[in-house]
């Protein structure tokens, strides 16, 4: 069974930062594309980042562009969400998922990922 497992998600305050990781077996983190969604209560969930497997290639939403950064760390199997100058809008519960195509280019976004995350509740207060 494929488990992915987020953490670093809470409750912060607009303007501040949080950085969520997701950690995966060895197996699934060497052979696929990581990425983040999140889900706001009433909306569907949407794409929010990814990164192929070896790290060169980082895909973000426009939404979060220049506020949200994805990295990887294949020693450790795991990947990190850094979410800077968080807004109220932000919150969500967000979701670690792995795609199988671990040369993901950034050419499908609501399609990525074939395994999930349990998910991690991220609540950003004015």
């Known amino acids: 069974q494929v488990q992915l497992v987020e953490s670093g998600g809470g409750l912060v305050q607009a303007g501040d930062s949080l950085r969520l990781s997701c950690t995966t077996s060895e197996r699934i983190f060497n052979n696929c594309a990581m990425g983040w969604f999140r889900q706001a209560p009433g909306r569907e969930r949407e794409f929010v980042a990814a990164?192929?497997?070896?790290?060169?290639?980082?895909y973000h939403a426009d939404f979060v562009k220049d506020r949200f950064t994805i990295s990887r760390d294949n020693a450790k199997n795991t990947v990190y969400l850094q979410m800077d100058s968080l807004q109220p809008e932000d919150t969500a519960v967000y979701y670690c998922a792995a795609d199988r195509n671990k040369y993901y280019s950034g050419s499908y976004y609501q399609k990525f990922g074939d395994y999930w995350g349990q998910g991690t509740q991220v609540t950003v207060s004015l």
């Open positions: 990164i192929s497997w070896g790290g060169a290639g980082t």
